[in-house]
Nanobody, 123 residues
Framework: HVQLVESGGGSVQAGGSLTLSCEAS????????MAWFRQAPGKERQGVCG???????SYANSVKGRFTISRDNDKNILYLRMNSLQTGDTAMYYC??????????????????WGQGTQVTVS
């Protein structure tokens, strides 16, 4: 059993910051690759950033320089630090996990484990 629970979402003004957390529990460890995805109403779900089992990170061009993904393997927590938020960042944010390597980080269909999501609203 693997469970992912996101937290930290909320409403902020443009230019503000938020930090999202994803707590993992069950049969999961540092050998898993993890990622953040987001989806706005009426739009396709898109990859935000990913971090693999080696700690290497990848980012969508739209968030490079503003967002930072990190993981605390001792606490089994995935983080997304978001700075200089824009109205275009408004979406439901989801964390996802998969075992080691299974393809490009942004292929959401390769991730078998998902959290329930946390809403981020920028105005």
């Amino acid at each position: 059993h693997v469970q992912l629970v996101e937290s930290g979402g909320g409403s902020v003004q443009a230019g503000g910051s938020l930090t999202l957390s994803c707590e993992a529990s069950g049969d999961i460890d540092s050998t898993y690759s993890m990622a953040w995805f987001r989806q706005a109403p009426g739009k396709e779900r898109q990859g935000v950033c990913g971090i693999d089992s080696d700690g290497d990170t990848s980012y969508a061009n739209s968030v490079k320089g503003r967002f930072t993904i990190s993981r605390d393997n001792d606490k089994n927590i995935l983080y997304l630090r978001m700075n200089s938020l824009q109205t275009g960042d408004t979406a439901m944010y989801y964390c996802a996990a998969k075992f080691r390597y299974g393809g490009p980080w942004y292929d959401d269909w390769k991730y078998p484990y998902w959290g329930q999501g946390t809403q981020v609203t920028v105005s």
